[in-house]
């Protein structure tokens, strides 16, 4: 019987570039790295027989990928859709399982604070959902909706009555403009907080450099220093920062701040100064702003509204610092911890 001659390749410029990249490149399958090599000899006009030699696949492997390149392209070097063996389980399993992880366990009377996926497998054999059923199954029944019951995220709820006019103030600052009326090049907006206990963990073990496919490595026992408190005013519209260290917050401690600031121009002769707090101990209520109207007349606390403390841009520095400047927090003592900041 006469073997049928094998099939001529000519691929266009573009294709043979791709094949190239398939051939030879480093992040490709080997599967279809041979593939494209197969593809690339029979275009030099090579037999299937000397291909086959050369690449060490079978004749009608060589034969095969030939074929199906002459007849489709590029696309025909994939895999074909294969049907697999018929679903072990039917839909209305899945999505009882689904259901299952959108309920709190506690709901369901299970005591876990949130499902992960062999915990759902178990309660869902236990509930007759399914005879057996592995938890690589039930993740990939949850990765179809996009369904991740082992994470969470806290929110708060806002219960200050006020929220809405104390947050436009706060808001129309940022946008220079006070009751109305847009604020003059001698007025000024400064967002202030303080950072509680930042601590100096002297760690056990000398900080490790990153290097080669290393994170940096830092010990886990540490010995205690003492903590710092980090009190900052930060220019809104000239993203200017002021800061000190104290032993602690309070009172005493934040007017030091406002003193530090209020004491140097512009500030100091300007028109108004609005001071954007939150409503700490240090600078809670109407006395605090009583208090700072006193010591500087032209201040003007304003407050952010209750539980809303992120409406303070201040906060965005003091993540920043804590990211950047503070963590992983390995320090010898207080004085470095100061310098530092």
């Known amino acids: 019987m006469p073997v049928a001659p094998a099939r001529p390749i000519s691929p266009t410029a573009s294709d043979r570039e791709r094949l190239k990249k398939m051939a030879y490149g480093h992040k490709t399958e080997y599967r279809l790295r041979l593939r494209a090599q197969v593809v690339l000899h029979a275009a030099r006009g090579r037999s ?34 294969r049907p697999g063996r018929p679903s072990a389980f039917s839909a209305l ?16 009377g299970v005591p876990l604070s949130r499902w992960s996926c062999p915990e759902l497998a178990n309660e869902a054999m236990a509930r007759g959902i399914a005879t057996f059923v592995a938890a690589s199954t039930v993740r990939r029944w949850l990765a179809e909706d996009a369904l991740k ?50 601590q100096a963990r002297c760690r056990c073990h000398p900080t ?46 934040f007017m030091t701040l406002v003193t530090q600031v209020m004491s140097q121009e512009p500030y100091a002769s300007a028109k108004r100064v609005f001071w954007i707090v939150d409503n700490g101990s240090s600078h809670r209520g109407k006395k605090a702003a009583d208090r700072l109207i006193i010591a500087f007349p032209n201040a003007v606390m304003v407050h952010t509204p209750i539980h809303a403390l992120w409406l303070n841009q201040v906060e965005i520095y003091f993540s920043v610092v804590q990211r950047k400047v503070v963590s992983p927090n390995d320090f010898t003592d207080l004085a470095q911890v100061g310098d530092r900041l």
């Open 48 to 81: 299937n027989a000397r291909i086959a030699r050369e690449t060490g696949l079978h004749l009608d492997t060589v034969r095969r990928w030939r074929g199906r390149f002459a007849e489709q392209g590029l696309a025909g070097l994939t895999d074909r859709n």
């Open 93 to 108: 399993q899945a999505a009882q399982v689904k259901a299952l992880a959108c309920q709190l366990p506690v709901e369901t």
């Open 149 to 198: 019951p082992w994470r969470h995220r806290s929110w708060i709820f806002i219960t200050d009555p006020d929220f809405r006019a104390r947050a436009e103030r706060v808001l129309d600052l940022y946008a220079r403009t006070w009751q109305g009326q847009p604020l003059g090049e001698d007025e000024y907006v400064i967002s202030a907080d303080e950072k509680t206990s930042i």
């Open 208 to 253: 490790l450099a990153p290097g080669q496919a290393r994170a940096m490595r830092v010990n886990h026992t540490y010995g205690r220093g003492g903590a710092l408190a980090y009190l900052a005013a930060y220019d809104v519209h000239y993203a200017k920062v002021f800061g000190r260290t104290e032993p602690r917050t309070g009172i005493e401690p």
